[in-house]
């Protein structure tokens, strides 16, 4: 089975309430109609029904719930809840309230907040920093995390490498240059993710233009000293670097660069030293080599918000929204 569909199953199984606030966007409205037939999950859409309407053409939303911020009851509740959370970086109830009428995104992050929904999903038409600021600023960290970080689950048709061509991508959305401790703390974070989807066993390369110091510059030491702390931080993860990409992936490149490292040839959660790597790194594999990717998704924040290239298709927001809500299950 593929593993969107082993995601949808899981999905399915216990359905959460999911909001999709980009309702001005046609790929969101025709995803929404398509988790609705098959079944995912509950879907809330903001924004006035009549508006929503009239962009639905030829699509059933029947079973959808319609939120619309200027006269839904709760509205008050989620202003007075920005200003509580907020006063102290300046937030007023004038400025909550333009806000959070004007940017749906930052509503639907509210409604998340206070309970009525499981889960979000946006980013088809916003930037990702616009996307994931409000996430940031109002849910914050899970306990005991301190980073936030922003993966891609790459599936590439064909490959004989990673799981069976799953991979996970880290971080390709976040973190412009993680230091070595935010590094070793996105190894961690992405190696849960992908034993929360994929139920295998993570096997972590840390990457970089230089095998186990066949290359001398600060930007390989800050690899290998996240390494070091990672495999501090997570002794019983299998975790290797600095690592080429083909020694990370390709038994014989890693027998040969790396012949002592259980990772080198059979990584599939690829750590990048940087967003310019990471970013760069997803659309390559996504573009050229015919990969689905699911995300950016988030790992680290308090409830399961999750961001869309402005690249992608109905599709890929379908598939983002069944991960979501297996995510939500297990939060
Ligand atoms: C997301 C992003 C906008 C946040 O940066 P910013 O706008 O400068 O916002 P701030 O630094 O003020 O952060 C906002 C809040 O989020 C928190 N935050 C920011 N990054 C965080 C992280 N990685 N983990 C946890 N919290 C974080 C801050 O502590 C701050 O909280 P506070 O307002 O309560 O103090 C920024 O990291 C960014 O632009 N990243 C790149 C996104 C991108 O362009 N990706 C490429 C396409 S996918
Ligand atoms: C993840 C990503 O690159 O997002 P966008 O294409 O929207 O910038």
Known sequence: MEFIDTIKEK????????????????????????ILKEDLANIILIGSKD?????????????????????YEKTQSYIDKVVELRSKKGMT????????????????????KMGDADGLVSGACHSTANTLRPCLQ??????????????FLMDVPDCEYGE??????????????????????IAGASADSFRLLT?????????????????????????????????ESYPDLTLDGELQLDAAIVPEVGKSKAPKSKVAGNANVLIFPNLDAGNIGYKLVQRLGNAEAYGPLTQGIAAPVN????????????????????????Q
């Not at 508006?51 to 006269?71: H, M, N, Q, R, Y």
């Open 199 to 231: 139920g295998k066993d993570p096997k972590v390369a840390m990457l970089s233009y230089s095998t186990m110091g066949s290359a001398k510059h600060a930007d390989v030491d800050k690899v290998a000293e996240a390494t070091k702390r990672a495999k």
């Open 93 to 112: 109830p004038e400025k909550a309230k333009e806000t959070i009428l004007n940017d749906y995104t930052y509503y639907g992050v509210m409604m998340v």
């Open 11 to 34: 999905a399915r199984e216990d359905k959460k309430t999911i909001v999709l606030p980009e309702t001005e966007d046609r790929r969101t409205l025709e995803a929404a109609d398509q």
């Open 138 to 151: 109002i849910l914050k960290t899970k306990p005991g995390t301190k980073l936030v970080s922003a993966f």
């Open 51 to 71: 508006e929503i309407e009239k962009g639905s053409t030829g699509l059933d939303l029947s079973k959808a719930e319609f939120v619309d911020p200027e006269t």
């Open 164 to 185: 069976d061509g799953l991979f996970v991508f880290s971080d390709c959305g976040l973190n412009q240059n993680p230091n070595s401790e935010e590094l070793a703390a």
């Open 307 to 330: 961001d869309l290239s402005r690249g992608c298709s109905a599709q890929d927001i379908v598939g983002v929204v069944a991960i979501t809500a297996v995510q939500a299950q297990n």
